[in-house]
């Protein structure tokens, strides 16, 4: 079955539409907020199952019907437009908000995704991957945050596998802190654009933010192609953050579209 780019964007209006005011609450959040409180986790009483209630605008977390991450291994094909992404380098900004290792960005790096154009607030990494590809897990997976001027979200998803040493990861774990607190200017740049993988084909569904407060209503872009870590880099981070990905999410029907 192929679907027609209108019908999809149709469908993703109407759904950002319904969650437009709980997503521009959260993108107007600071980006280097630490810990929610009360505070949020990947463990114990605290773990993703627990969410929902932890407090009351957790709630979606456990009630939601659009959650990230999920398992991409039902797809149809189809146009929903092009991702043109505007990358350069950046001042390295590093945070450790206890949750996982983030680059702020500067302004300057965008991307247009079916029109829209959306701003880079930051990038951050998960370990192992959040997201599924038909049921494999990868060791990570880094997902650059993006807003738009009229407050949506949209993330892009990269799936991190061992491999070649990675230099622009290089630039960033080996200034990252070891401990939670504020953001450091370290010294050097890193360029995003290097982050991503040569073969731009991707999925594209509508869903959620993976932390709380798991709000809905973003755009989700995964690339299909991995990008490689060297595994001593993997394990580098992977002493700070042994396991910071939150369980894939049931689809619920959602339309999840594949592009060649």
């Known amino acids: 079955m192929n679907l027609p780019r209108r019908n999809f964007l149709q469908m993703a209006a109407a759904t950002c539409a319904c969650c437009a005011p709980l997503v521009r609450a959260v993108a107007s959040e600071p980006s280097a907020k630490g810990h929610a409180t009360p505070h949020w986790g990947y463990s114990g009483s605290a773990g993703p199952e627990h969410w929902g209630s932890l407090r009351p605008d957790f709630k979606v977390c456990q009630l939601g019907l659009e959650q990230t991450p999920i398992d991409l291994k039902t797809s149809i094909k189809g146009d929903v437009g092009n991702v043109e992404i505007n990358f350069k380098p950046i001042p390295l900004r590093i945070l450790n908000n206890g949750h996982t290792i ?66 622009q990861l290089a630039s960033v774990f080996d200034s990252m802190p070891a401990k939670e607190g504020p953001e450091i200017r370290a010294s050097g740049v890193v360029d995003p654009a290097e982050l991503l993988p040569r073969d731009r084909s991707f999925f594209r569904y509508m869903g959620s933010l993976t932390t709380p407060p798991c709000s809905e209503g973003l755009t989700w872009t995964v690339f299909k192609e991995p990008i490689e870590a060297a595994p001593e880099q993997i394990r580098q981070f992977a002493m700070l953050f042994a396991n910071n990905a939150r369980p894939v999410q049931r689809p619920n029907r959602r339309l999840v579209v594949e592009t060649n």
């Open 102 to 167: 983030q680059v702020n960005a500067d302004p300057g790096c965008s991307s247009t995704i079916a029109g829209t154009r959306y701003d880079m607030l930051q990038f951050h990494f998960h370990h192992p991957s959040e997201h599924l590809l038909s049921g494999k897990a990868f060791q990570m997976e880094c997902h650059f945050v993006h807003k738009s001027a009229e407050g949506g979200l949209a993330v892009i998803g990269v799936f991190i596998q061992p491999g070649a040493r990675n230099k």
